[in-house]
């Protein structure tokens, strides 16, 4: 594998679910993301890990759990969610405030 | 709080045009500005990384400029192809690794 790449490409859970997303990079980036696509909305930038530590939280409700164990791999915990939680959900990897690397996305909806 | 816009949202010309996409950014202590091509469900694919140092970058027949002072980078293509249709997102970075996106531009190219 190259790049960035994430699991699972699409999701469908209820409200009462709980799951989790996963991004990998293979980049030796120390630098990784979360960001939220919504239909008609830019990119929101989500959580920021460097170096393993969480350096940015952009106000997003806590039933979104990051998780970054090393430089590598990167999870989005997710429980009981709500329908407008629907959307793709991107990672990304750089460098410390260097070019970004997407992954594929993950396609969630929540019913 | 950083606000970045991106205009016209879409574009339509024949192949063969040159074209210009326009992203202004409302705080100029920037670190850096990319510019992504996204298709249809995708993700985002990096194309250009112009630093606050710099004027401008190219790849190919792909021109990005950077104007801190007046807060404006431009994205020019050369001789459009139909692949080129995509929709062209601009990203400013700015202190502690956050980074705001505009809506995007939609391309289409027609053979």
């Known amino acids: 594998e190259t790049g960035v790449t994430q699991t699972p490409r699409h999701l469908v859970m209820g409200m009462t679910n709980k799951k989790s997303l996963k991004c990998e990079q293979h980049?030796?980036?120390?630098?990784m993301y979360w960001y939220k696509q919504s239909a008609k909305k830019p990119l929101e930038l989500m959580f920021v890990y460097n170096f393993k530590e969480q350096t940015e939280n952009n106000s997003v409700p806590s039933r979104f759990s990051p998780e970054c164990p090393n430089s590598s791999h990167l999870f989005l915990h997710l429980h009981t969610l709500q329908p407008e939680d629907s959307a793709l959900y991107l990672c990304?990897?750089?460098?410390?405030?260097?070019?970004?690397?997407f992954g594929p996305g993950t396609r969630l909806t929540v019913l | 709080k950083q606000e970045v816009t991106q205009i016209p949202a879409a574009l339509s010309v024949p192949e063969g045009e040159n074209l210009v996409l326009n992203c202004s950014f409302t705080d100029s202590a920037i670190y850096n500005l990319q510019w992504f091509r996204q298709d249809p469900g995708k993700g985002l694919t990096s194309l250009l990384l112009?630093?606050?140092?710099?004027r401008e970058q190219t790849s190919g027949r792909l021109n990005a400029s950077l104007d801190k002072s007046s807060g404006r980078s431009t994205l020019y293509i050369a001789a459009s192809q139909p692949g080129d249709s995509a929709t062209y997102l601009c990203?400013?970075?700015?202190?502690?690794?956050?980074?705001?996106f505009g809506i995007g531009t939609k391309l289409q190219v027609i053979p």
């Open positions: 980049l030796g980036h120390n630098a």
């Open positions: 112009i630093q606050s140092s710099q």
């Open positions: 990203a400013a970075r700015g202190g502690y690794q956050k980074v705001t």
């Open positions: 990304a990897s750089s460098h410390q405030d260097g070019e970004q690397f």
